[in-house]
T-cell receptor, first 113, second 110 residues
């Protein structure tokens, strides 16, 4: 298995633009997690899905952020409109059940100018 | 609110030394605690997961301990190697969900 796949690896955009981050979890895993990592706040759990259903989105910072998981092999995290303070590395992770994320993707480094 | 602290923020030791990384948490009502490794520009790799009923877990040269009563976990690395250089993070799972520490950046000098 190729592991958790994220795209793009790097994204540079201007304030106000829509940003869509993509994730393909490990085949067979039924839990998927989105994290954000910044120097100031460290690693934060944004949202996690179980069997394609959002279980806990309490970590989503505000309404500008939305996440979907239309099927077991694909998830998106969308920011609209983006702001400079959204600049961070966004990680997707997956696992076989539970709250624990066992396998992390390489991350998407987002820069909002 | 759960707070997870890792001290020191950075540590540099000569190759071959045994070392201990620390993770402290304020709420002892955790379900489990996990240690991760993060290499520069990469995602996290899970190292060890300790359930609340366990005292320690071992994997190769790594040993993680958990003392809920004192709110502490330690990651012991034996016979350190340059390849162990990375940032090590811990996180706790409890009623307040997952909370990560800020990590300890470890450098092993050849």
């Amino acid at each position: 298995d190729a592991g958790v796949i994220q795209s793009p690896r790097h994204e540079v955009t201007e304030m106000g633009q829509e940003v869509t981050l993509r994730c393909k979890p490990i085949s067979g895993h039924n839990s998927l997690f989105w994290y954000r990592q910044t120097m100031m706040r460290g690693l934060e759990l944004l949202i996690y899905f179980n069997n394609n259903v959002p279980i806990d989105d309490s970590g989503m910072p505000e309404d500008r952020f939305s996440a979907k998981m239309p099927n077991a092999s694909f998830s998106t995290l969308k920011i609209q409109p983006s702001e400079p303070r959204d600049s961070a590395v966004y990680f997707c992770a997956s696992s076989l059940g539970g709250l624990r994320a066992g396998w992390f993707g390489p991350g998407t480094r987002l820069t909002v100018l | 609110k759960q707070e997870v602290t890792q001290i020191p923020a950075a540590l540099s030791v000569p190759e071959g030394e045994n070392l201990v990384l620390n993770c402290s948490f304020t709420d002892s009502a955790i379900y489990n605690l996990q240690w991760f490794r993060q290499d520069p520009g990469k995602g996290l790799t899970s190292l060890l997961l300790i359930q609340s009923s366990q005292r320690e877990q071992t994997s190769g040269r790594l040993n993680a301990s958990l003392d809920k009563s004192s709110g502490r976990s330690t990651l012991y690395i034996a016979a350190s190697q340059p390849g162990d250089s990375a940032t090590y993070l811990c996180d706790s799972q409890g009623a307040q969900k997952l909370v990560f520490g800020q990590g300890t950046r470890l450098t092993i000098n050849p």
